[in-house]
């Protein structure tokens, strides 16, 4: 669906496959949303549907998250795709087609759950319980938050549309909202979605303790140091479910998936449901294009047993001598995408400490990171400064999440840009609205700078 120009003119269809046991039923193939939602069947096949854009190769599939990692400082751009060093360089430009089609996968997630939230309520079918009701729409208010938080994190203030859109002049000409707003729908969502939710744990369905997670990652954006910590304590107090596995490659290695590591990643079977992660950075020899891979600096850090530790099983050699990533490796793409591991609880907690002076608590939460990675505990003498333990902090997120998209919105977010990217023009800090979205509605207005 990358050929689609506007979000606003999305009419979508229900024709997506199951993103495990707990969605296991059969989709109502070209079905419309305007009528899909009837029982209990059409409302879980109408939920599955958002989970489907969630898992789309434009938004967690590939697309989105190479946003994240792409305009850090840990990649570099081997192949052909000239706007992929766009992100490299910090300078993309509103055609690039990446954020056209990140943009659009978002928007369909939000349309598919706004269609979830208007009309689950008034279905009467006795087999949607009050209980799976108020699950689905905690589910649907949950991954509408992701998308929101998403949406605010890279292009700054966007329309905020909470209604399904079924034909063309549906929900155009709304102007922007500002970057704060968006991220107060993405809160609201959030606090509206988790007394309706089970207290269970899963891994690949939105609960209560997926809720927690996205909150503690909302607060520290948010600088909200105090509630960061709170939620993220929720999931590490949670030792049963969480916890941090030895070494680092258990969460991904040898075609696991689902571990205690994870807190929320989307399933992919590598056959209706594929990650094309793999195919952009495995070698030629594995299949692969290796379009990106990890740059001289990321490999020295990962291959240096006093910082990368056990971590340096993130890269591996060719057949040429030459480094690519290894996180996505299952052929067909069956990988996992991450989309919360206990590891960043750990971190926020960590940094949301240190910014309150809770120095030694912050150096326990480090520690604990840095002890599964094989690495020495950091002492107070060697971080004595408020400065030195969230520098400590920062360094060890570069690390811990390589390849995955964290990078680039952890410096945006710390006002460190200027110093680690040398990008002083704070206009880059948030992505350009793709320009397919301008020509098409009018109301739209482009981020300053672009």
């Avoid at 079905?31 to 209990?40: E, G, L, M, N, W």
């Amino acid at each position: 669906m990358k050929h689609i120009k506007t979000i606003f003119s999305l009419v979508l269809l229900v024709t997506v496959s199951s993103c495990k046991e707990f969605l296991d039923v059969k989709p109502l193939e070209s079905i419309s949303d305007a009528v899909t939602i009837t029982d209990q069947n059409s409302a879980l096949t109408a939920l599955r549907g958002v989970y489907s854009a969630l898992a789309d190769g434009s938004y967690y599939g590939t697309s989105f998250q190479s946003i994240g990692y792409l305009s850090g400082d840990n990649i570099q751009w081997t192949g052909s795709q000239s706007q992929v060093q766009e992100f490299i360089n910090k300078r993309v430009n509103a055609d690039n087609s990446t954020i056209s089609s990140a943009w659009v996968a978002i928007y369909r997630t939000i349309n598919r759950a706004n269609n979830v939230l208007a009309k689950v309520p008034t279905v009467t079918d006795p087999n949607l319980t009050t209980a799976l009701k108020n699950q689905y729409l905690g589910e649907a208010y949950a991954i509408r938050a992701l998308a929101y938080f998403d949406l605010a994190r890279t292009f700054g203030g966007v329309p905020i549309i909470l209604n399904p859109t079924a034909k063309p002049t549906d929900n155009s000409g709304g102007k922007r909202s500002t970057q704060a707003d968006t991220y107060a729908q993405a809160l609201k969502d959030l606090e509206t979605a988790e007394p309706l939710l089970p207290t269970t744990t899963d891994r690949y369905r939105v609960t209560q303790k997926t809720v927690f997670a996205l909150k503690s990652r909302y607060y520290l954006y948010q600088k909200d140091y105090v509630k960061a910590e709170e939620y993220a304590t929720k999931l590490i107090s949670d030792a049963t479910n969480y916890r941090l596995l030895k070494p680092y490659g258990s969460f991904f290695q040898n075609d696991v998936r689902g571990t205690a590591e994870s807190v929320f990643e989307v399933f992919y079977n590598g056959t209706t449901e594929v990650n094309s992660h793999r195919g952009q950075w495995q070698p030629q020899t594995n299949g692969g294009t290796r379009q990106w891979a990890p740059n001289d600096a990321l490999v020295a850090l990962l291959n240096n047993p006093a910082i990368g530790g056990n971590r340096s099983v993130l890269v591996a050699k060719d057949n040429q001598n030459r480094w690519y990533g290894n996180l996505y490796y299952r052929n067909p793409g069956s990988d996992p995408s991450y989309i919360f591991r206990i590891a960043e609880a750990y971190l926020i907690r960590a940094e949301a400490r240190a910014q309150q002076e809770k120095f030694a608590d912050a150096l326990t939460d480090l520690n604990a990171v840095r002890d599964r990675a094989g690495l020495t505990a950091l002492t107070a003498a060697t971080t004595a400064t408020k400065d030195a333990v969230l520098l400590a902090i920062e360094n060890e997120r570069r690390v811990e999440f390589a390849l995955e998209p964290h990078r680039w919105f952890d410096i945006v977010r710390t006002g460190r840009a200027a110093a680690v990217f040398n990008l002083s023009d704070a206009n880059r800090y948030v992505l350009p609205i793709p320009v397919q979205q301008l020509l098409t509605d009018k109301a739209l207005e482009q981020n300053p700078g672009y």
